[in-house]
T-cell receptor, first 116, second 110 residues
Framework: GAGVSQSPSNKVTEKGKDVELRCDPI?????LYWYRQRLGQGLEFLIY????????KSGLPSDRFSAERTGESVSTLTIQRTQQEDSAVYLC??????????????FGPGTRLTVL | SQQGEEDPQALSIQEGENATMNCSYK?????LQWYRQNSGRGLVHLIL?????REKHSGRLRVTLDTSKKSSSLLITASRAADTASYFC??????????FGKGTLLTVNP
């Protein structure tokens, strides 16, 4: 596709439910990132995938958060037993990775998650 | 802790005026990037400046970098109402990670 796509664009869920967010990166981009952005705040790094290397999960806030990526394509971010403080916009970005030089990141439109 | 910190947090100007936003960071960097975000959704990459560069231009944008002061500035000249957005700086160190600041909310009044 032309850009990074994310689905769903909006998700409202009840506290305690699990949610799965999806990201389709730009074709050919080996690096994929997930960020969380709370209202009025900056971006909070969650996880990074680079090719077939082990992902950097250092930003995941708790063991309720996990993410997977199949090869260099789609990624899913799963939040189990959602809490109200999980409410935020979840942004995915992709880039050419280390071989891409500058490491400019291309962002998707985000998924706005609301936990009631 | 936050690597990049933008200043001011909010800026309101009239159309046609110039807007200047600043970013300070703490550790050594490989490059520094500026992004724009409209309506709290996806970010758009604006410009990248490498650690060995001091100034860079792109259209109405001018970015400076002072590695001795660990600071950068973004100047938008002849601002337009459509420039209204949040602007973030992001620093890249020796690895792949970008660390974002909290952003400057720019409002350009018609």
């Amino acid at each position: 596709g032309a850009g990074v796509s994310q689905s769903p664009s909006n998700k409202v869920t009840e506290k305690g439910k699990d949610v799965e967010l999806r990201c389709d990166p730009i074709s050919g981009h080996t690096a994929l990132y997930w960020y969380r952005q709370r209202l009025g705040q900056g971006l909070e790094f969650l996880i990074y995938f680079q090719g077939n290397s082990a992902p950097d999960k250092s930003g995941l806030p708790s063991d309720r958060f996990s993410a997977e990526r199949t090869g260099e394509s789609v990624s899913t971010l799963t939040i189990q037993r959602t809490q109200q403080e999980d409410s935020a916009v979840y942004l995915c970005a992709s880039s050419l990775g280390l071989a891409g030089g500058g490491n400019e990141q291309f962002f998707g439109p985000g998924t706005r998650l609301t936990v009631l | 802790s936050q690597q990049g910190e933008e200043d001011p947090q909010a800026l309101s100007i009239q159309e046609g005026e110039n807007a200047t936003m600043n970013c300070s960071y703490k550790t050594s960097i490989n490059n520094l990037q500026w992004y724009r975000q409209n309506s709290g959704r996806g970010l758009v990459h604006l410009i990248l400046i490498r650690s060995n560069e001091r100034e860079k231009h792109s259209g109405r944008l001018r970015v400076t970098l002072d590695t001795s002061k660990k600071s950068s500035s973004l100047l938008i000249t002849a601002s337009r109402a459509a420039d209204t957005a949040s602007y973030f700086c992001a620093t890249r160190g020796s690895n792949y990670k970008l660390t974002f600041g909290k952003g400057t909310l720019l409002t350009v009044n018609p």
